[in-house]
């Protein structure tokens, strides 16, 4: 068991290892060029903390290098709207002249993130808007959070000169916008040709090489980046969906490996899943070691609880736990959804594994006790001899309850109904509790 434990250990130790030494490799395509330099970065697929770290190291470098103009291409349907606030910020933050170039859609949080560039550059195919914000079960979000979105939908917009009510309307359906397609009840979606209506647009291009014509800067050096194998590995994993998943893999095998003799594949694979979750977190930049520790401290807690008394420590290390993920989390409402979510799938399975193989598997063989006690192992519990109800004797010894007395001959020790009986004084048997003889003086 040791030594599956350490190979275990050393698997997940060397993975984390790897996975941190990806962070530091990426690839930067250049072509040639003269004088000007443009960094091409993509904004594409669902909007989250790994793409913010993704396009805050880019941009850093855009301006680190004396970038000309950085150009996104932009292809989202949305995401997490605080992950589109950094973005958002991001941009707000450039000195460089920006342009986003809608390949196919900007929709949601795409569509702020589009509108906090310097320029709008549009696909013939591509459309923009349909901004509402929603939970994570994709139920309306409250009066609040709504209100707050509309807010920033507008103040991207003015704060490059666009008019606020085509902003508000892709977030807010009360708007009527009937001459766009969203009537009263409807969010706006633009297409190129009414977004360059409504100043929503500078144009509309074919492809990228067009773009960069219309912009004067053909013969400029291209930058292509594109994320790091780390951070496309971290954008999986910081997925609002993939995070429930893993925490259920980590706590589900981490409790069929008690069921299970030494250590082996469940637990290899809850503490890979641990390992996936918190790399995927600090790549984003949204853990640090601190939670690492407390993880395993956490972990050390509990494994000590089976084998201290009181449930102070299984307790401080189910905090510790709950602590490091929530410390981890960019969204403490989703975080706690997803160990509920990982909490009930491992009861489920835990009563499954109860009801099939029962708890003297595994771990649980060395803190229960399995031993049986039947007549067949020559056990024979304490007999209860009705039989001498009634008998009369004589107290050999002082009853002080107890004693012992004589009935035909067979000496028993007695015990009087609490009071206190002589010696040579006749007694008679009341009742018998096994090996308890209760007797009282005779009058």
């Known amino acids: 068991m040791k030594k599956s434990w350490r190979l275990s250990m050393w698997i ?21 060029g003269d004088g000007k330099t443009v960094y091409v970065i993509p904004v594409k697929d669902t909007v989250e903390r790994g793409m913010s770290s993704f396009l805050e190291r880019t941009t850093s470098e855009a301006e680190e290098n004396g970038a000309d103009h950085i150009l996104f291409e932009v292809d989202t349907p949305g995401g997490r709207v605080d992950a589109a606030g950094e973005i958002g910020e991001i941009f707000q933050d450039l000195e460089i002249p920006n342009s986003a170039f809608v390949t196919n859609r900007a929709y949601s949080a795409g569509s702020y993130i589009a509108l906090n560039a310097d320029e709008i550059y549009m696909k013939p195919t591509a459309t923009m808007g349909a901004s509402g914000v929603i939970n994570s079960d994709g139920t309306a979000a409250d009066k609040k959070a709504q209100s707050a979105w509309i807010s920033s939908m507008v103040a991207a917009a003015e704060a490059n000169g666009r008019d606020p009510l085509y902003a508000r309307a892709m977030a807010d359906p009360d708007v009527d916008l009937s001459d766009y397609g969203a009537g009263k009840g409807e969010f706006l979606t633009l297409g190129p040709t009414e977004a360059e209506e409504v100043g929503y647009a500078e144009g509309i291009v074919d492809d990228r090489n067009e773009l960069l ?8 050096t291209i930058v292509e980046e594109n994320p790091t194998t780390s951070e496309n590995i971290a954008r999986f994993l910081t997925n609002p969906v993939v995070i429930p998943i893993l925490l259920s893999i980590a706590s589900i095998g981490l409790v069929v490996e008690l069921y299970s003799p030494g250590f082996g594949i469940p637990g290899t694979m809850g503490l890979l899943a641990l390992v996936l979750f918190f790399y995927g977190h600090i790549v984003a930049g949204l853990a640090g070691y601190e939670a690492i520790i407390l993880l395993v401290l956490g972990i050390g807690l509990v494994i000590a609880e089976f084998f201290l008394p009181g449930g102070i420590a299984g307790i401080a290390g189910v905090v510790a736990i709950v602590s490091s993920l929530m410390l981890s989390s960019a969204d403490l409402g989703h975080m706690a959804m997803s160990i509920g979510i990982a909490l009930i799938v491992t009861i489920i399975v835990s009563i499954i594994l109860f009801k099939t193989l029962g708890m003297e598997k595994g771990f649980f063989r060395h803190i229960i006790l399995n031993d049986s006690t039947s007549s067949d192992l020559g056990y024979v519990s304490s007999v209860n001899r009705l039989e001498l109800i009634g008998m009369e004797g004589t107290t050999l010894t002082p009853l002080r309850p107890a004693g012992t007395a004589d009935f035909n001959g067979e000496r028993l020790d007695v015990v009087t109904e609490g009071g206190f009986v002589d010696r040579d004084q006749p007694v008679v048997i009341k009742k018998t509790e096994g090996s308890r003889i209760v007797v009282r003086e005779k009058n």
């Open 12 to 32: 997940a130790i060397m993975l984390f290892s790897v996975l941190l030494s990806l962070n530091h490799l990426y690839a930067v395509v250049q072509a040639d």
């Open 213 to 220: 014509s219309v912009l004067g800067l053909s013969d400029a």
